[in-house]
C-alpha cells in the first residue's frame, strides 16, 4: 500500500523567502511522485512529477523537488516566495506498475499562505 | 483545447435525494478519474475508466454511488441515496495514456443536508 504525509498543514512565509513544502511516502514499489497546486477555485494543477529520470525536478513558476529515495522524501522548494503562490498544495504518489497504478494517492494537502 | 469540465460546480441536496455528476474529459483521453475530497480529509482515489471500461473501482465507497462512461466520453457519478457523509468536492481527472499526466477539473461542491 501507498501513503503519502505532509509535515505541516499550514506552512506561512514571507514574500521573497525560501518555500519549503515536505513530502514523505511509503511505497512497496518504485513510485511516481507529484506535486499539485489548487488555486482558490480553480481544479489542480500540475507543478511537476519525477518518473525516474532525473533526481531533481523543475517544475513551473519557479518550483522544483528533489526524490531523495534514502529518506523517501520529495519535498518542494522554491527560492523566493510571490504572492501569487499562495495555495494549496498537495503530493501525490502512483506505483510504476502492477494493479491499480492508475490512481493517484495524495497527502493532506498543505496551504500555503505568503505575507508582504 | 478544453480542459476537463464538470458540472455542476455546486449542489446542495437534502439527505436521501439523488444527484449526479457530470465530467467531461479531455478530448481523446481514454483514461478518466473520479477522486472525492470529504472536509478536512485527503483527496481519494474512487474509480478509474479506460474509454468506457472501468479498470479499477476499488476506492468507490459503497453501491450508493454508480459510476457510468456511456461510449468512453463522458461520465456521471451519481449518489442514490446520498447520506451525510457523502459532502465534500468530487474531483474528475483525465489523461491520454495511463502513463500520462492526470488533468484534473475544478470539481464539484457537494453539499448534503
Known amino acids: 500500500a501507498q501513503s503519502v504525509t505532509q509535515l505541516g498543514s499550514h506552512v506561512s512565509v514571507s514574500e521573497g523567502a525560501l518555500v519549503l513544502l515536505r513530502c514523505n511516502y511509503s511505497s512497496s514499489v518504485p513510485p511516481y511522485l507529484f506535486w499539485y497546486v489548487q488555486y482558490p477555485n480553480q481544479g489542480l494543477q500540475l507543478l511537476l512529477k519525477?518518473?525516474?529520470?532525473?533526481?531533481l525536478v523543475k517544475g513551473i513558476n519557479g518550483f522544483e523537488a528533489e526524490f531523495k529515495k534514502s529518506e523517501t522524501s520529495f519535498h518542494l522548494t522554491k527560492p523566493s516566495a510571490h504572492m501569487s503562490d499562495a495555495a494549496e498544495y498537495f503530493c501525490a504518489v502512483r506505483k510504476a506498475g502492477g494493479t491499480s497504478y492508475g490512481k493517484l494517492t495524495f497527502g493532506q494537502g498543505t496551504i500555503l499562505t505568503v505575507h508582504p | 483545447e478544453a480542459g476537463v469540465t464538470q458540472f455542476p460546480s455546486h449542489s446542495v441536496i437534502e439527505k436521501g435525494q439523488t444527484v449526479t455528476l457530470r465530467c467531461d474529459p479531455i478530448?481523446?483521453?481514454?483514461?478518466l478519474y473520479w477522486y472525492r475530497r470529504v472536509m478536512g480529509k485527503e483527496i481519494k482515489f474512487l474509480l478509474h475508466f479506460v474509454k468506457e471500461s472501468k479498470q479499477d473501482e476499488s476506492g468507490m465507497p459503497n453501491n450508493r454511488f454508480l459510476a457510468e462512461r456511456t461510449g468512453g466520453t463522458y461520465s456521471t457519478l451519481k449518489v442514490q441515496p446520498a447520506e451525510l457523509e457523502d459532502s465534500g468536492v468530487y474531483f474528475c481527472?483525465?489523461?491520454?495514456?495511463?502513463?500520462?499526466?492526470?488533468?484534473f477539473g475544478p470539481g464539484t461542491r457537494l453539499l448534503v443536508l
Open positions: 519525477y518518473t525516474s529520470a532525473a533526481t
Open positions: 481527472a483525465s489523461s491520454q495514456g495511463l502513463q500520462e499526466t492526470q488533468y
Open positions: 478530448s481523446g483521453h481514454d483514461n
